[in-house]
């Protein structure tokens, strides 16, 4: 006798990661419920360039690959949040303002709160309301699909990445990515 077939679980954590493989790889992945045809990701193809915004001329790449998130803060165009990441934001301007080790790192299960807490951050810097040494910064949410988008192997999205890390390190401590 046959063994009853399960539903197959996984967590954000494994299905985030399998994802990110098969888009490294270039790889296509199977829709669940036994679709028959391989489904490519959404925007394989070449993506188009993203027009420069306000000051981003001197960094050609970041403006294409990356949103400028005080900027838009500036514009009004970040969704307002309900402060649910007080003490996190709290936390990583803690860390941002140390002079040594100020890299943070924002883990959590659901993505929308680490989004809250970079929002949120943002528009604190846009307003002049952060340390002195956070003043003036400018704030980047790297846009990884944009990286990967139209790059026909490995080697071309490594080279996209460190063109834009090239940039962010000739900005003298003036961009937080």
């Not at 006798?1 to 790889?25: C, E, F, N, V």
């Not at 890299?103 to 604190?124: F, I, K, M, W, Y």
């Not at 990967?148 to 890390?165: M, T, Y």
């Amino acid at each position: 006798m046959q063994a009853p077939k399960r539903p197959l679980t996984t967590t954000t954590g494994l299905l985030a990661l399998s994802l990110t493989a098969s888009l490294i790889t270039g790889s296509t992945f199977t829709r669940h419920a036994g679709a028959q045809s391989k489904k490519t990701l959404p925007g394989g193809g070449a993506a188009a360039p993203r027009q420069p915004t306000t000051g981003t001329q001197r960094f050609p790449s970041l403006a294409r690959h990356a949103r400028d998130l005080t900027e838009m803060a500036r514009r009004g165009e970040l969704d307002l949040t309900a402060n649910r990441g007080d003490e996190k934001l709290r936390r990583t301007i803690q860390v941002l303002s140390r002079h040594a080790k100020n890299n943070p790192v924002l883990v959590s299960e659901c993505g929308t709160e680490n989004q809250t807490v970079v929002s949120d951050l943002a528009r604190r810097i846009a307003i002049g309301d952060v340390p002195a040494n956070l003043r003036g910064k400018r704030l980047f949410s790297l846009e990884l699909a944009s990286l990967l988008s139209g790059a026909p192997d490995n080697r071309e999205f490594e080279r996209r990445l460190q063109i834009v890390l090239k940039e962010v390190a000739g900005a003298k401590s003036e961009i937080i990515l």
